[in-house]
């Protein structure tokens, strides 16, 4: 299969001919090959884009809730098909993908569906005289997405988009780019006219082109805090808006009276769940000196027993694959510094190669304990299924150890103190916090980054404020007076 960019409601061939590949990082093999934005296609976005956003911004807030709906109930019809692009292209379980990353995409896009009726803007009156306010669309939008949640990380970023009115030009991570082209064909089929929604394909340098251009009004991004540093050094050429989903390294903090299961769930998710491939993932677990002991085993024992490497479509499979080789080599190397700075490897730490899919990039599902704030494995984060436990003696403690980062993406404590629950949670450093819970990402729920992780939300009724600017209007309803 070739894969093309998706301009103006259909598949376009670019003029060079020039593919790069994408490899199924189950397989190790070659899953399609994906043609590159050039020269052509991009002129061609940019034109598609700015007659879609025309006429998608002069339809009302109500058409616009209908046509998004429509494409909300295809993505739920098509959950499996899509989900089986996802594993193809991720690596990860179908027993995962198959309810939370199609399911949670359109969530999303439901959601803003029903906001795009109430954009209102006010009215004061001055005396006579007054003003309103119109909440208008900012113009094109720019999306560029992780290699995570593809399909997910599409449709959070559509969906405040096109309710609002903009049209998008997406570029999909180029290691996984096939659910973009599968959402703008959704979009077409359920009436979005064609322009407002774009898929352009390539690495950093269409992504470039896309952060430089004077005619995309705003950025929406999704990956490392260093690719966001040069994606907002480049927006600031045109001082587009900027929306900065970036990485993390998140507390999660287990006091001696937390439901020790729940605990050690909330652990194992943080760090496993997508082979630990997820920017809110709590890898710098603090567990309290009592409960250290019980906690270390119990984890151990069901890291050991439950985890189900394997295959991603076999259905009892819940840990997959990591994205790539050179993935995979880097999660390794941390691994070594781990050892090698003198964490204690408790469980894991190697590469696995399952049955049948002995040439996958696939990392067993790793728990350091004995780590220290100082440890490379702590600071850094590493994107991969590698756990560091840290033990602590109180609250006070803990917070400043938990806040002692550069990032401030998420945190999660667990206690059953209701006041020491929401006492520690206000002092976080982080933008998503979780209390006897962790991972869970609910549209309504504004998700972000405090620090180096990120700037601007995503979900929640407010992030139609970042993809609308407001327009006051005065009107004078009396002769004008001049001194002139
Ligand atoms: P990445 O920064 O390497 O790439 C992200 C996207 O940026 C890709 O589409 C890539 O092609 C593009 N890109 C690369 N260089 C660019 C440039 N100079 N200009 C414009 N675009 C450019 O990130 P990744 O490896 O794909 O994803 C993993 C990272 O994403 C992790 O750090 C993770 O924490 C983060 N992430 C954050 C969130 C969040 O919501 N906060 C969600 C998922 C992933």
Redesign the pocket.
């Known amino acids: 299969m070739i894969l093309k960019n998706f301009i103006n409601g259909q598949a376009l061939d670019n003029g060079t001919g020039k593919t790069f590949d994408v490899i199924n990082p189950a397989t190790g093999e070659l899953a399609y090959q994906v043609e590159e934005a050039d020269e052509s296609i991009r002129f061609a976005a940019i034109e598609s884009s700015q007659l879609g956003f025309e006429i998608w911004s002069s339809m009302s807030g109500l058409e616009r809730n209908r046509i998004l709906l429509k494409a909300v109930s295809i993505l739920r019809e098509r959950n499996d098909e899509l989900a089986k692009i996802e594993v193809i292209d991720t690596g990860k379980p179908f027993q995962e993908a198959s309810v939370v990353d199609v399911v949670t995409g359109a969530d999303s896009i439901e959601y803003f569906a029903a906001l795009a009726v109430s954009i209102e803007g006010s009215q004061q009156d001055l005396g006579g005289d007054f003003y309103y306010t119109r909440r208008e669309p900012l113009g094109i939008c720019a999306g ?6 593809p399909l997910q ?1 599409a449709c959070w970023k559509a969906a405040p988009a096109l309710a609002s009115g903009n049209s998008m030009i997406f ?4 290691e996984t780019p096939h659910g973009a082209v599968k959402l703008a064909e959704i979009f077409i089929e359920a009436g979005v006219p064609v322009g407002v929604f774009n898929v352009v394909h390539g ?2 340098e269409v ?2 082109w ?2 430089g251009h004077s005619d995309i009004a705003k950025v929406s ?7 966001g540093k ?2 907002m050094a ?1 927006a600031a050429s045109n001082l587009k808006d900027v929306t900065m ?4 390294k998140s507390p999660l903090i287990i006091f001696n009276d937390a439901d020790l299961d729940d605990a050690v769930s909330a652990a194992m998710l943080a760090n496993f769940y997508t082979q630990g491939e997820i ?1 809110t993932n709590g890898t710098r677990v603090f567990v309290q000196n009592e409960i250290y002991p019980k906690f270390i085993e119990l984890l151990k024992q069901r890291t050991e027993k439950n985890i189900i490497a394997g295959d991603p479509m076999n259905p009892v499979t819940n840990f997959g694959a990591l994205i790539s080789e050179n993935h995979k080599n880097l999660v390794l190397g941390y691994i070594e510094k781990g050892n090698q700075e003198g964490a204690f490897l408790l469980s894991g730490g190697k590469e696995l190669s399952p049955e049948g899919v002995e040439a996958g990039f696939f990392v067993a599902p790793t728990i350091f304990t004995n780590c220290t704030d100082d440890m490379t494995i702590v600071k850094e ?1 590493i ?1 991969g299924p590698v756990m560091s436990v840290l033990t602590f003696d109180d609250e006070a403690e803990v917070i400043k150890r938990a806040n002692d980062t550069e990032f401030g ?1 998420a945190a999660g404590v667990f206690t059953q103190d209701i006041r020491r629950a929401h006492r520690v949670v206000h002092q976080m450093e982080a933008g998503i916090c979780w209390i006897n819970a962790y991972g869970a990402s609910p549209s309504e729920m504004p ?1 972000g ?1 405090y620090k180096l ?2 700037i601007g939300r ?1 979900n929640g009724s407010s992030t139609i404020n970042q993809y609308t600017q407001i327009k006051s209007v005065y009107v004078g309803m009396k002769p004008l007076e001049s001194p002139f």
């Open positions: 560029i997405g992780a290699w995570n949640y990380i570029k999909p991570s180029e690495a950093a992504g470039a896309l952060t991004f999704t990956g490392e805090v260093g690719t040069k994606v480049a989903e970036l990485g993390g920017c984060e994107f993406l998700v980054g992780s990120g995503e």
